[in-house]
């Protein structure tokens, strides 16, 4: 049985800084790549970065480049999302996710209908 589990949100400051981890067991984590995506109120889940099953590709939506960094420690089944200046906008919840190697990943890597599983979620709140 495939889990996937996030943590490390809560409240910041705007202009602050966030570190979300997130575990998946019950598969085969370096066959996988990590995605992060995010759903504010009233609003489509959106991807937000995702790295390679290798670790040697990363993607950033253009709304956190320079802002957010991905990385992943395959011999801890650990993907993290490190948040800096923070902002307002940030504020949803963030999910992680896992999505089986395949040779479209490169063109479609925030494409959340190509992940296969899914966490439950954490909330991050940025304040004015």
């Known amino acids: 049985q495939v889990q996937v589990v996030e943590s490390g949100g809560g409240l910041v400051q705007a202009g602050g800084s966030l570190r979300l981890s997130c575990t998946a067991s019950g598969l085969r984590f370096d066959d996988y790549a990590m995605g992060w995506f995010r759903q504010a109120p009233g609003m489509e889940r959106e991807g937000v970065s995702s790295i390679h099953w290798s670790g040697s590709s990363t993607y950033y939506a253009d709304s956190v480049k320079g802002r957010f960094t991905i990385s992943r420690d395959n011999s801890k089944n650990m993907v993290y999302l490190q948040m800096d200046s923070l902002k307002p906008e940030d504020t949803a919840m963030y999910y992680c996710?896992?999505?089986?190697?395949?040779?479209?990943?490169?063109?479609?890597?925030?494409?959340?209908?190509?992940?296969?599983?899914w966490g439950q979620g954490t909330q991050v709140t940025v304040s004015s």
């Open positions: 996710a896992a999505r089986r190697g395949d040779g479209s990943f490169a063109y479609t890597p925030l494409r959340r209908d190509y992940y296969n599983y």
